[in-house]
């Protein structure tokens, strides 16, 4: 079961303070973008982050889960609790790198 759009959009203004956010669809679910960078998965009206040891400490009383079949455990997030996905946010996003542009074929 794929993420609602009113559950992406509501995310989104979640973070919305800590940048220019989007939303792109992405295999039936939703990647959002904080100043271009891919930083949080939405499956399943769930929120999830990478587990990196940045986080750690800021995300040690949450549950793991798995996004989607064959990934690696990700941290779940509480889409109610606007400050700790800022927080979250504001880590990942200086850490992150945009993504390469992918040359068009011919």
């Given at each position: 079961?794929?993420?609602?759009?009113?559950?992406?959009?509501?995310?989104?203004?979640?973070?919305?303070?800590?940048?220019?956010?989007?939303?792109?669809?992405?295999?039936?679910?939703?990647?959002?973008?904080?100043?271009?960078?891919?930083?949080?998965?939405?499956?399943?009206?769930?929120?999830?982050a990478k587990r990196l040891e940045v986080l750690r400490a800021l995300l040690s009383e949450n549950e793991l889960g798995v996004p989607y079949d064959g990934a690696k455990p990700h941290y779940i997030l509480d889409a109610d609790n606007a400050e700790q996905l800022q927080a979250v946010v504001n880590i990942l996003e200086p850490l992150t790198a945009l993504p390469k542009r992918r040359k068009k074929k011919a």
């Open positions: 079961m794929a993420s609602n759009l009113e559950f992406v959009e509501y995310v989104c203004e979640q973070v919305a303070p800590c940048g220019g956010v989007r939303y792109r669809k992405m295999f039936g679910d939703y990647m959002v973008y904080v100043n271009d960078k891919p930083l949080l998965l939405l499956c399943d009206n769930t929120v999830y």
